[in-house]
């Protein structure tokens, strides 16, 4: 396989991971979900969540640049940049360095923290989410990346709002 078809694997499969049907994912952490106030963070991560700002049990937010565009909202056409890691360090997904992703925020096929956090947040700027299970892939996971219950960081550089 070329580099270039590698590439387009790669981001295809990045696009399918992020748009997981957000099935069996709800508003509150169920049993056995993670809590992101209660996970240990790899170091590597710099994760403090008593700095960041609480949006709901399961999601915590923290704008690491401001930026100074266009506010993103509901129905507006987002394209970023984006490193997701497992609380671990492990990093399980970027695009960076490669094509950025665009994406309407709202769509449900994206996962809820990603919708929810990324919501209010100017182009130019970055901003780190924790989201808890019951806001990114649930019970099930995305296997064989994602393990089931898993609180996902992500570092999100928000490029253009349209």
């Known amino acids: 396989m070329s580099s270039r078809q590698l590439s387009s694997r790669r981001l295809i499969t990045a696009a399918c991971a992020l748009f997981a049907l957000a099935a069996g994912c709800s508003d509150s952490t169920g049993p056995g979900g993670s809590s992101p106030a209660d996970e240990?963070?790899?170091?590597?991560?710099?994760?403090?969540?008593?700095?960041?700002?609480?949006?709901?049990?399961?999601?915590?937010?923290?704008?690491?640049?401001?930026?100074?565009?266009?506010?993103?909202?509901?129905?507006?056409?987002?394209?970023?940049?984006?490193?997701?890691?497992?609380?671990?360090?492990?990093?399980?997904?970027?695009?960076?360095?490669?094509?950025?992703?665009?994406?309407?925020?709202?769509?449900?096929?994206?996962?809820?923290?990603?919708?929810q956090g990324l919501a209010g947040m100017h182009a130019g700027g970055t901003r780190r989410l924790v989201i808890g299970s019951a806001l990114g892939y649930g019970s099930d996971g995305s296997p064989p990346v994602i393990p089931r219950n898993a609180t996902l960081v992500f570092t999100v550089q928000l490029i253009s709002v349209q």
């Open 40 to 115: 240990t963070y790899a170091a590597s991560l710099g994760v403090n969540i008593g700095a960041m700002t609480k949006l709901s049990n399961d999601l915590y937010i923290q704008d690491l640049v401001a930026g100074s565009g266009a506010v993103a909202s509901t129905g507006h056409s987002l394209t970023v940049t984006y490193t997701g890691w497992l609380v671990n360090g492990t990093q399980f997904d970027s695009n960076v360095g490669k094509t950025p992703f665009s994406f309407t925020l709202g769509d449900p096929r994206l996962i809820a923290g990603w919708n």
